[in-house]
């Protein structure tokens, strides 16, 4: 149950320099979530890519949390001494590595403690569990009520990413996005135009599910949503 879970009392009160010590006093937060992240290989991908960007995994198993929190600490040991490959125009970056954490928790009840409104640019929901029968359906972590807290997070021109080998979980996923305001379908071509091709190769391959999928030549079914400020009319 939830109690044996640390969660802060709300954003404002989150100490982020402790999950990016390389980063204390640059004010930054968190733009990007993970939420479920298993072992961290999309972190782990997008790291160097975005390293002024700072990453947050969200992952509720105890012994898989600590292992991405150890796997993180021994690329930023390796990595140390090491400069980001991004140039930075004022201030250097940190090294490799330094921009991404993981926390342990029930993502489905307490994003709004880690979360600001607007806070995230990104939000990855890559194969996340199916929760196959009909009556397990509230469980599966996209679902309406909870799409209005993604969007609370996500801020406008923001884009959510989902993945899953389960077409019947694609299907869901889709539909209930679609039908949220405050979503919009995006084609994954519009988003290479827009340079997100990388994040969106990171998704298909990076994470060990995503992997397993390959290895077992299974479907990859992907869809991604862009918040919007509105609902369309006419
Ligand atoms: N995204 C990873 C990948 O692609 O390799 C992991 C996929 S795995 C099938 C689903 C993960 O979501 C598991 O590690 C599970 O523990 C985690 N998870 C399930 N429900 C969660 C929740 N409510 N909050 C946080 N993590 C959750």
């Known amino acids: 149950s939830d109690h044996q879970f640390d969660y802060p009392p709300e954003p404002a009160q989150l100490d982020?320099?402790?999950h990016y010590p390389a980063f204390k006093g640059s004010g930054k937060v968190p733009e990007f979530a993970d939420i479920g992240c298993g072992f961290g290989g999309l972190l782990i991908a997008l790291a160097p890519l975005f390293p002024d960007v700072l990453m947050l995994g969200m992952e509720i198993r105890v012994q898989v949390t600590d292992y991405v929190e150890d796997r993180i600490s021994a690329l930023r040991l390796s990595n140390a001494g090491k400069?980001?490959?991004a140039e930075s125009s004022s201030t250097p970056t940190p090294g490799p590595y330094q921009n991404v954490a993981?926390?342990?928790?029930?993502?489905m009840k307490f994003l709004p403690n880690y979360m600001k409104k607007g806070q995230l640019s990104k939000m990855f929901f890559l194969f996340p569990d199916p929760h196959f029968k009909q009556r397990k359906h509230k469980a599966r972590i996209i679902s309406p009520t909870l799409l209005a807290?993604?969007?609370y997070a996500l801020r406008p021109g923001g884009v959510l990413?989902?993945?899953?080998?389960?077409?019947?979980?694609?299907?869901?996923m889709v539909q209930h996005l679609e039908a949220f305001p405050l979503f919009e379908r995006v084609s994954?071509?519009?988003l290479r135009e827009e340079g997100h091709g990388p994040v969106l190769d990171a998704v298909r391959t990076s994470t060990e599910e995503g992997q397993k999928v390959e290895r077992n030549q299974g479907d990859k079914f992907m869809a991604c949503f862009r918040r919007i400020e509105s609902r369309r009319t006419g």
């Open 149 to 151: 807290e993604y969007a």
């Open 102 to 107: 993981v926390v342990r928790g029930n993502a």
């Open 161 to 172: 990413y989902t993945i899953t080998d389960v077409k019947d979980l694609h299907e869901w």
């Open 188 to 190: 994954e071509e519009q």
């Open 16 to 18: 982020w320099d402790v």
């Open 83 to 85: 400069t980001s490959e």
